[in-house]
């Protein structure tokens, strides 16, 4: 994903999950179809894209 131009990128400690964080929808999709057509294992990739929370934690007291 780095060599895509995605500036942050990581994985998960607990599985193979890999995630990218790019600044827009557009951009994802283009990142998704760049990275769909390079590896090519339908059968063992799954890309989702979506949008983060950007709002922190909301505590409600009963």
Known sequence: M?????AGV???SWGP???GVVGS??????VVAALALKNRMPDRL???IATGR???AR???A
């Not at 929808?25 to 283009?30: G, P, T």
């Open 2 to 6: 780095k060599a895509l131009g995605v």
């Open 10 to 12: 990581g994985q998960s």
């Open 17 to 19: 999950t890999g995630f």
């Open 25 to 30: 929808q557009a951009e994802a999709e283009r």
């Open 46 to 48: 799954n890309f989702v």
């Open 54 to 56: 950007n709002h922190g």
């Open 59 to 61: 505590i409600t007291v």
